[in-house]
């Protein structure tokens, strides 16, 4: 049986995209989204958040995404939790690298609100079984 994708954590230092993605995400989408302004928030909110996906912000102050996402893989809670990286770095060889961090896909910075829902459950169709 397929899993839904309902709720996401959202992880984004830049209060107005943070606010943008979150509203495109539960109006346009319907999803439910917990929303972290850092990587040491969203370490705090994950565990109990029981997120279906976690979306992260590559560049952040004090942790980025990437060691963000080394330290939710330490989590029991969020050990397996799929991970999609939101970023303005979209250079073939830096999408891989985030790739091989065991991010199951890249959204790219700026995105559509008004697409980005439909890009999140594309993304989770390809890569969740």
């Known amino acids: 049986m397929e899993r839904l994708l309902k709720r996401i954590l959202l ?3 830049e209060p107005d995209i943070r606010l943008v993605a ?3 995400l539960e109006t346009v989408g319907g999803f439910e989204v917990i929303a972290c302004e850092s990587g040491d928030r969203a370490l705090e909110q ?5 997120a279906d996906l976690i979306l992260l912000d590559v560049m952040m102050p004090g942790m980025d995404g990437p060691a963000t996402l080394r330290q939710l ?3 029991p809670q969020t050990a397996a939790t799929p991970v999609a990286f939101l970023t303005a770095k979209v250079q073939p060889h830096e999408i891989e690298q ?3 961090l065991g991010a ?3 959204i ?3 995105f559509d609100p008004m697409t980005l829902a439909d890009q ?3 993304l989770w169709r390809r890569q969740v079984p």
């Open 11 to 13: 992880v984004e230092d």
């Open 22 to 24: 979150s509203m495109a």
């Open 46 to 50: 994950a565990p109990a958040a029981c």
């Open 73 to 75: 893989r330490s989590i």
């Open 98 to 100: 985030l790739k091989r």
């Open 104 to 106: 199951i896909d890249i």
């Open 108 to 110: 790219t910075k700026p």
């Open 120 to 122: 999140v459950r594309e």
